[in-house]
């Protein structure tokens, strides 16, 4: 049991936790025939079912002092056939079948920097969309394959 929950009680009306299956590897990597492959099993509990644990502090992000970056922002705003943009949420992804990027909104980010990183991070995925450069081509040929390989 981890340290931060080794003092906490759980409720007794919550369920048990899922359990997270983990695979250890032990021994020379190079000589296979010296590896032990360990499987380990951990229960885990949402925050919300213990008791006595503070929840971690969460970082704010910039609050209503975004500043846009005008060459990325020129990037954005000159893109042709762009994916819908959904500004909501706490993660960022690509969501192929709507052709849409989900990302929390720019104040909730650290900086500028990180919002338009993790934001172009997520429209390189969607290059891979069928109506745009690397859909054109079949998911299976080698070709796409080495191409989206190298994006990540």
């Not at 380990?40 to 509990?45: D, G, M, N, Q, T």
Request: aromatic share 12%.
């Amino acid at each position: 049991m981890l340290s931060s929950t080794a003092n906490a009680g759980f409720t007794q009306s919550s369920k048990p936790g899922p359990r997270i299956v983990s695979q250890i590897v032990q021994g020379d990597a190079s000589a296979w025939y010296e590896q032990r492959f360990i499987l380990r099993y951990y229960r885990v509990y949402n925050l919300d079912q213990c008791e006595g644990i503070d929840p971690p502090e969460v970082e704010e992000g910039i609050g209503e002092e975004f500043n846009p970056v005008e060459k990325a922002e020129a990037v954005l705003n000159n893109l042709s056939d762009p994916p819908d943009f959904q500004y909501e949420g706490y993660q960022a992804f690509y969501a192929p079948k709507p052709d849409r990027i989900s990302i929390p909104t720019k104040e909730s980010f650290r900086s500028e920097a990180h919002f338009y990183a993790t934001l172009f991070h997520e429209l390189v995925h969607a290059t891979g969309h069928e109506k745009r450069l690397i859909g054109k081509r079949s998911r299976r040929s080698p070709l796409c394959v080495r191409i989206y390989s190298k994006k990540n």
